[in-house]
């Protein structure tokens, strides 16, 4: 039998406990109308992970990692429709196959389902929590509302005042729109104000295509077909936001305020894995795990097409080494248009994330990412600042003395 090599970067599954079940109806939200890929499923229990197959992920999961530490991640719909027991499940499970490794988790919330219990037991047991939350109250209910249109920017923040209050560690996941893209500094300070430390912005950019088992958004494999989503960021505006931020980070923040985008960044001038995957060269080794065990070459990609197998009939290390996972990793450096091969930002963004690579270069070659326009002005915008931070890297001193350097010199506008 041919041994299969490792991936040079940990093996990671993102897992849905609920699949695509969430107390929220966020309008931009891509992952709700997965249900209609599992709409045959009946009964009270439909989308809930079974204890089987929660122990056969958890046991598969840890047996196919090359490294000490392993990483578990609970994500949505909402994670938090499990009870708490489901986890406390987890955990005992996790310590009968650790195997002598550490096992971390993390868990993403949209923050309205938080009470003293779960609270207790995040920190308990030392679970990083990730917070939806996409600005002050006019911006974050823009989007983000239940079912029956009521406002949920109250109840998230009560969540983020227990998880304060018990001492769980916790970041903000910040969807960048349509409408909150034009208030960056409104959405910094926020966060900042509400004691966040660690910040994901993530650009929303979706298309719309029906299909005909009810689900409404395009694939990769739908390129250049459907219209663009309402609530999408524009190039331009996602620019203004990031540049807008970065000029306030950069002159009083660096070192005390972790924003993923930035350092991101700064990782890709010293020649350092980005730790995102969409500015990484090459991707696949992220898969997700919907409820009943089935892998998906991404949580971006939870499309029939895109389907890799299922736990109960293959192992998780033979479905993410696979060559359909592969073939779908190389693709993103491979399938690079001309004019991004030969741009001088490619060592940064690598073409950024595979889902927005719906358009076509001034030559009329497919495959140029949407933002591309924006993400070329971020970086024009930062790279002095980059290149002078990179210098202190190389010289051993503390990149957060670039704070000092750009307050002496007037901002560059892009």
Request: aromatic share 14%; with cysteine; net charge negative.
């Amino acid at each position: 039998m041919t041994s299969i090599a490792p991936f040079a970067q940990p093996l990671y599954v993102m897992t849905k406990p609920v699949g695509s079940l969430c107390n929220l109806a966020c309008s931009y939200c891509y992952y709700l109308e997965k249900s209609h890929i599992y709409a045959d499923e009946q009964g009270r229990d439909r989308f809930s992970m079974s204890e089987e197959t929660l122990e056969r992920f958890i046991r598969q999961y840890i047996e196919a990692q090359t490294q000490p530490q392993v990483l578990f991640t609970w994500h949505g719909g909402e994670p938090l429709m499990r009870p708490l027991s489901f986890y406390r499940k987890a955990l005992a499970l996790q310590r009968q196959y650790a195997g002598g490794r550490m096992i971390d988790n993390c868990l993403q919330t949209n923050g309205t389902l938080l009470n003293d219990e779960w609270c207790a037991f995040f920190r308990e047991n030392n679970w990083l929590i990730g917070i939806s939350i996409d600005g002050p109250q006019e911006f974050h209910d823009e989007y983000r509302r239940a079912r029956g249109g009521q406002p949920s920017f109250h109840k998230v923040m009560r969540g983020i005042e227990l998880l304060q209050k018990h001492g769980v560690e916790w970041n903000a996941m910040g969807v960048v729109n349509d409408f909150n893209a034009d208030y960056p500094l409104d959405v910094y300070h926020f966060y900042k104000e509400a004691g966040c430390q660690y910040i994901q912005f993530t650009p929303i950019v979706e298309r719309i295509l029906p299909h005909a088992d009810g689900r409404h958004l395009a694939s990769m494999s739908d390129a250049g077909e459907g219209r663009l989503a309402d609530f999408s960021v524009s190039p331009e505006q996602f620019a203004h936001f990031a540049c807008g931020i970065f000029d306030e980070w950069v002159r009083n923040d660096v070192g005390r305020v972790f924003v993923q985008l930035f350092d991101s960044t700064l990782a890709r001038w010293v020649d350092q894995p980005p730790g995102v995957c969409y500015m990484a060269e090459t991707c696949g080794h992220a898969a997700v795990m919907e409820h009943n065990g089935d892998i998906y070459a991404c949580d971006h990609f939870v499309f029939p097409e895109y389907r890799l197998g299922n736990i109960h009939s293959d192992s998780i290390a033979s479905m993410l080494y696979s060559s359909q996972q592969r073939a779908f990793g190389r693709a993103k450096r491979d399938r690079l248009p001309c004019q991004c091969r030969q741009c001088e930002w490619l060592f940064a963004c690598n073409g950024g994330c595979p889902k927005d690579r719906f358009r076509s270069t001034s030559d009329g070659e497919d495959g140029l990412n949407y933002l591309c326009e924006g993400y070329k002005r971020f970086f024009e915008h930062v790279a002095p600042y980059m290149d002078f931070m990179k210098n202190e890297l190389n010289d051993e001193r503390p990149p957060a003395n670039v704070m000092e350097w750009a307050r002496r010199y007037p901002i560059v506008k892009s």
